[in-house]
């Protein structure tokens, strides 16, 4: 089982940047492949990006591409999500997932059901 907490949010002008973090728990972390979500009011929940269990392989949504990176510290059971060049657009909650262990495969890497852990989210609002 992986709980998964987000910090980092927060106020920002538009091309400022924050860094998010998602700290989680759980003796198998660094099996998982990760990734990030966004959610704005009145919107679906919007794939940003994913990275392998190994940290080395990343993908991310076109929307974010060269202004965000993913990373993770499996000795610290910890992913980030690193935000450049933010624009009002980016202003959503936040949320980390860790992929489902029964057959992932079935979704692609951006399909929200391809995650069977899910944090609580943090807020991110991009000021223009």
């Known amino acids: 089982q992986v709980q998964l907490v987000e910090s980092g949010g927060g106020l920002v002008q538009a091309g400022g940047s924050l860094r998010l973090s998602c700290a989680a728990s759980g003796p198998t972390f660094s099996s998982y492949a990760m990734a990030w979500f966004r959610q704005a009011p009145g919107k679906e929940r919007e794939f940003v990006g994913s990275i392998r269990w190994s940290g080395n392989s990343t993908y991310y949504a076109d929307s974010v591409k060269g202004r965000f990176t993913i990373s993770r510290d499996n000795a610290k059971n910890t992913v980030y999500l690193q935000m450049n060049s933010l624009k009002p657009e980016d202003s959503a909650v936040y949320h980390c997932?860790?992929?489902?262990?029964?057959?992932?495969?079935?979704?692609?890497?951006?399909?929200?059901?391809?995650?069977?852990?899910w944090g609580q989210g943090t807020q991110v609002t991009v000021s223009s």
């Open positions: 997932a860790a992929e489902r262990v029964d057959r992932p495969y079935r979704y692609t890497v951006s399909h929200p059901l391809r995650y069977g852990y």
